[in-house]
């Protein structure tokens, strides 16, 4: 997998597909690899870019202040490296706070932007509570079996792991191949803890797509209304029947949500 260094620290990134540049940008405690399948399916109209960030997956792991803005300026340098001037943005959850402060703080480098199961934070977010929430994000260490365990039944909707029981093991055997670093993602969590952009969403000029699952256990679909009404012009998509990771439980409906907003761009920002 290519490496390049950003800002000091060194990131794991892949490139595949062709046609203009998207970049994917993963949550608190995922990788580059829950990208996999979405990524794989763009891959047929568009050259994407998924990275590691900082702190995550094979990238360094650096014991230093994080913050949102610093992911997203190393967003904004990896994209420089790899010869992208100017990019679709896809980021969910954590990765879409990240791609809020990448429109803001370098807004040429964003043709569109789509936030997927993510918040605005700050003090009018819509915080959800619960033993799902402090374990699928707690920062002691845990093993691969609890750590896969806790995020796949706060991340999916009971039914969902009902009818595909073995998204359970499969995310245990994803923490083991890529364990996480208990002090990184303590920084990580920390940064997403002090984001707030709810003042200066309406500074966001390129088209926006706002999309989640309506039974999101992890941040509350109502987080997506606030930032389609805080974004100029901003579409809304609520997908029922899927929790937080909606691209995964609900890949067509995901797909096909993200696709009809490209294509609605104008020629010039389009595909």
Not at 23 to 41: E, K, P, T, W
Not at 168 to 192: F, G, K, N, S, T
Not at 243 to 250: A, I, N, R, V
Request: glycine fraction near 8%; hydrophobic fraction near 45%; charge should be neutral.
């Amino acid at each position: 997998m290519p490496r390049a260094r950003i800002n000091g620290v060194e990131l794991a990134y892949e490139l595949r597909g062709a046609g203009a540049p998207l970049v994917m940008i993963h949550g608190a405690q995922g990788d580059q690899s829950m990208f996999d399948s979405m990524a794989a399916s763009f891959a047929n109209g568009f050259r994407v870019l998924t990275f590691d960030q900082r702190g995550s997956g094979m990238s360094e792991k650096p014991d230093m202040d994080y913050s949102i803005g610093l992911l997203a300026d190393d967003a904004a340098a990896l994209m420089d490296q790899v010869g992208f001037p100017a990019a679709h943005i896809i980021g969910v959850s954590m990765g879409g706070a990240i791609a809020q402060e990448l429109a803001l703080r370098h807004p040429q480098k964003v043709l569109s932007l789509v936030l997927g199961c993510t918040t605005a934070g700050g003090p009018k977010a819509i915080r959800i509570g619960g033993d799902a929430l402090t374990a699928a994000y707690s920062t002691r260490p845990m093993s691969a079996e609890e750590r896969g365990r806790a995020l796949a039944e706060a991340a999916f909707t009971k039914n969902y792991i009902e009818r595909h029981p073995e998204v359970i093991p499969a995310m245990i055997e994803a923490r083991r191949r890529r364990p996480l670093d208990p002090v990184a993602l303590e920084r990580r969590m920390q940064a997403i803890l002090r984001h707030d952009a709810y003042d200066r969403l309406p500074r966001i000029s390129c088209p926006t797509l706002v999309i989640t699952g309506r039974e999101d256990a992890l941040i509350a679909w109502e987080n997506s209304r606030i930032l389609a009404e805080r974004i100029p012009r901003a579409r809304l998509t609520v997908i029922e029947s899927a929790g937080h990771c909606f691209w995964l439980e609900q890949p067509e409906q995901a797909n096909e949500a993200i696709e009809g907003f490209f294509r609605s761009l104008p020629p010039a920002r389009g595909r």
